[in-house]
């Protein structure tokens, strides 16, 4: 089955953004994104994709050798 193919408007939605984000994504060629005909459809795995790349975890902080917080 192929892929489903997002509107701007359903990334925008995903992604909790107004339209403009992902049409910034797509002029700046920081996301896949298909053109069919002059309408512009974005495949749900790259969103996916981008968003696993933008995510940033949070990192422990170790305590210091003499027991104060670092």
Do not use: C, W
């Not at 107004?18 to 994504?25: A, D, V």
């Amino acid at each position: 089955m192929a892929e489903r193919l997002l509107t701007v408007a359903q990334a925008a939605e995903r992604l909790g953004t107004s339209e403009r984000f992902p049409r910034r994504l797509i002029a700046e060629r920081r996301v896949t994104f298909v053109k069919v005909g002059r309408h512009v459809r974005i495949p749900e795995g790259a969103l996916v994709a981008f968003i696993d790349a933008n995510t940033v975890h949070p990192v422990r902080r170790r305590r210091s050798r003499y027991g104060r917080a670092a």
